[in-house]
């Protein structure tokens, strides 16, 4: 992440995206960060190998909102539609304990007439809850709503 806010200030944007930015409230959190054109390794950096990339004058915002008292899980995106599941895409309950679904079992589910674009919003949701039991405990009880534009 470092190298992505370096290359936005070294291209003099730093007084359009700082840094990457998050705001949170009790309910929903909105994080933002600019874009970034790989020139050289695509999605490599996500296997921990190098790329290059350079900042971009376009930025990318998600906000993440609380549905209390529901199990819906919506996706939209002005630009791609809108993608509406339920939380036990991403969280399994049993009793009063919930757990996060392993990852090929949200796979193997957004295979099922997911857009493919909400696939990535929706597997690195998935991917968060597999690494976070506070996060996980956050959304017991709760739908989601994310929105993501840039």
């Given at each position: 992440?470092?190298?992505?806010?370096?290359?936005?200030?070294?291209l003099?944007?730093?007084?359009?995206?700082?840094?990457?930015?998050?705001?949170?409230?009790?309910?929903?959190?909105?994080?933002?960060?600019?874009?970034?054109?790989?020139?050289?390794?695509?999605?490599?950096?996500?296997?921990?190998?190098h790329?290059?990339?350079?900042?971009?004058?376009?930025?990318?915002?998600?906000?993440?909102?609380?549905?209390?008292?529901?199990?819906?899980?919506?996706?939209?995106?002005?630009?791609?539609?809108?993608?509406?599941?339920?939380?036990?895409?991403?969280?399994?309950?049993?009793?009063?304990?919930?757990?996060?679904?392993?990852?090929?079992?949200?796979?193997?589910?957004?295979?099922?007439?997911?857009?493919?674009?909400?696939?990535?919003?929706?597997?690195?949701?998935?991917?968060?809850?597999?690494?976070?039991?506070?996060?996980?405990?956050?959304?017991?009880?709760?739908?989601?709503?994310?929105?993501?534009?840039?």
């Amino acid at each position: 992440m470092t190298s992505l806010i370096s290359s936005c200030n070294t291209l003099g944007f730093d007084n359009y995206v700082p840094e990457l930015r998050g705001r949170s409230t009790g309910m929903s959190s909105i994080g933002e960060a600019c874009g970034r054109l790989d020139l050289m390794g695509g999605v490599a950096d996500y296997c921990g190998s190098h790329v290059l990339e350079a900042g971009i004058r376009r930025l990318a915002t998600c906000k993440c909102e609380l549905l209390p008292g529901t199990s819906a899980l919506l996706v939209e995106s002005s630009s791609f539609g809108k993608y509406d599941a339920d939380m036990s895409l991403l969280i399994a309950a049993s009793g009063d304990a919930i757990a996060p679904v392993s990852l090929p079992e949200v796979r193997s589910k957004l295979q099922v007439g997911a857009p493919s674009w909400a696939f990535y919003v929706v597997g690195c949701v998935a991917a968060y809850l597999q690494h976070s039991p506070s996060g996980v405990g956050k959304l017991k009880g709760s739908g989601m709503k994310i929105t993501v534009e840039s």
